[in-house]
């Protein structure tokens, strides 16, 4: 084991860390809308089956890879399989986080932006119609939402310098009950406004004919994205988990929080939406215009209660944005420092640059640079379509491929069990093996086939 590496101080720090990681956009903006176009409870109960059938074993093949290894995601694959080509599985994994975090960020400034603007008290009930707009506006200017970005990829790129426990841990320790706490208020002022009852039954009518195959691949693929797999965060993160750590332990704790707060998420978010009588969507348009115009017009009614939701929601937007993108950044760090042989702050500074510009470019392309096109798409769109639905996807495949088929058997489960010293698990190890050996591939071609022909 690599003796300079840092480690996570305790369980409580791999799982915040770790759920940090999961916990991001993809929790407030996508699985609010899903769950409600795909039948509610009903979908929940997809998306559950999905996290433990599948989603959690690859959670663990990613932990199992990392904790052997104590290595960046690279360094892993050397070791673990020393002159394979494996090797490229390893270098996906250090680019893919990269080019995620750059457009992330632009999304993450953005959130910079409106905390600022909830902060000064720019969303009046007056202003309600318009506020709508500004998004546009905004994010097709030049230069605010590109400081913005400079500004977010920046607070990111000093905690990750600050290292693994000075940074990582104590920003994911401090901050996630925090998130916790903030959505819980939400959620609860949410649920008292007049009318919001139809965003519950939006939420949570089961309604079981609606769990289509397309359903069912959504389910794959939000799990999929919450859980931040297939990039290599897990497994860099995995690598700093002690020996002594039980990792199926940690990765439950982690797939568990990320379910709960994408359901708080939804109680926040919906039944706001649906009292101020707007059929939602998914994406930016729904925390960045829809959310804004509730906002407003509840400032009529409740003043101080909306500012104060208002700033509390941007908030929670941004450190869950953030402790996403560290998990990102740190992948690229951990490359740098232990492959090229470069000091955390350079390795940190190269990342940092790399994300400045290429973010610049993807926030341009809102605006300016609107009319460059790849295949049809934006900068942003193509980045996030190749890392969402290609980089990603191969990635988790090719780690299930990896851990089922290339490591040897013995070896992943006295990882799992900590070389045994962790007993009576036997039947759930050998299960998750399996999970990992036959259903994960084969489920993730499934996703990837239903993606691009439903
Ligand atoms: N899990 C994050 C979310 O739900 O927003 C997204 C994400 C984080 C994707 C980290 C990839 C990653 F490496």
């Given amino acids: 084991m690599n003796s300079r590496r840092e480690h996570f101080g305790s369980r409580a720090a ?13 929790n407030i903006w996508r699985f609010p809308y899903i769950v409600g176009e795909y039948g509610g409870a009903a979908f929940v109960l997809a998306f559950v089956i999905c996290s433990i059938f599948i989603s959690i ?8 890879i990392g904790r052997r290894s104590h290595q960046n995601t690279f360094g892993a694959m050397q070791t673990l399989a020393p002159g394979t080509g494996w090797k490229w599985l390893g270098l996906l994994t250090v680019i893919t986080p990269i080019i995620i975090v750059s ?24 202003d309600a119609e318009s506020v709508s707009g500004i998004f546009g506006l905004f994010v097709s200017s030049a230069l605010p939402p590109v400081l913005c970005h400079l500004l977010f990829i920046g607070i990111c790129s000093l905690i990750v310098f600050l290292g693994v426990k000075k940074g990582i841990e104590k920003f994911s320790k401090t901050t996630m009950p925090v998130l916790f706490v903030l959505i819980v208020l939400i959620a609860v002022y ?7 009852g139809e965003g519950v039954r939006y939420l949570l009518a089961p309604d079981f004919s609606k769990l289509t195959p397309k359903a069912w691949a959504s389910a794959l693929g939000q799990s999929f994205f919450s859980l931040s797999l297939g990039v290599g965060t897990m497994l860099t ?54 959310l804004p115009y509730i906002f407003a017009k509840m400032g009529d009614a409740a003043p ?39 000091s955390r702050g350079k390795a940190t500074l190269g990342i940092f640059l790399f994300a400045c510009i290429l973010g610049i470019f993807c926030s341009l392309s809102f605006g300016p640079l609107s009319s460059f096109r790849i295949l049809g798409n934006s900068l942003f769109d193509f980045c996030d379509k190749l890392c ?4 990603m996807v191969l990635g988790a495949l090719l780690f299930s491929v ?40 084969v489920a993730i071609l499934l996703i990837f086939v239903l993606g691009l022909f439903g």
């Fill in 14 to 26: 791999v799982i915040m860390a770790m759920a940090g990681s999961a916990i991001g956009l993809g």
């Fill in 57 to 64: 074993p690859i959670l663990l093949c990613e932990s199992v």
């Fill in 103 to 126: 457009y992330y960020s632009v999304v993450g400034g953005w959130s910079i932006a409106y905390l600022f603007k909830a902060l000064t008290f720019q969303f009046r009930p007056e």
């Fill in 190 to 196: 949410s649920l008292t406004l007049p009318g919001s």
């Fill in 237 to 290: 993160y995995s690598s700093y988990v002690s020996s002594k750590e039980d990792l199926v332990l940690s990765g439950a704790g982690t797939a568990l929080s990320d379910l709960v707060f994408a359901v708080l998420a939804g109680f926040a978010i919906m039944p706001a939406v649906f009292a101020g009588g707007i059929t939602p969507g998914a994406g930016p348009g729904l925390v960045f215009e829809t």
């Fill in 304 to 342: 101080v209660a909306s500012a104060v939701v208002a700033v509390l929601f941007f908030l929670t937007i941004l450190v869950a944005a953030l402790s996403s993108a560290i998990s990102m950044v740190e992948v690229g760090v951990a490359y740098l420092s232990e492959e090229k042989g470069v």
């Fill in 388 to 391: 969402s639905n290609y980089l």
């Fill in 402 to 441: 990896f851990a089922g088929w290339k490591i040897k058997k013995e070896d992943f489960l006295d990882e799992l069990s900590n070389s045994g010293s962790i007993k009576g698990r036997g039947v759930l190890n050998a299960t998750i093996y399996y999970l990992i050996k036959f259903v994960a591939p």
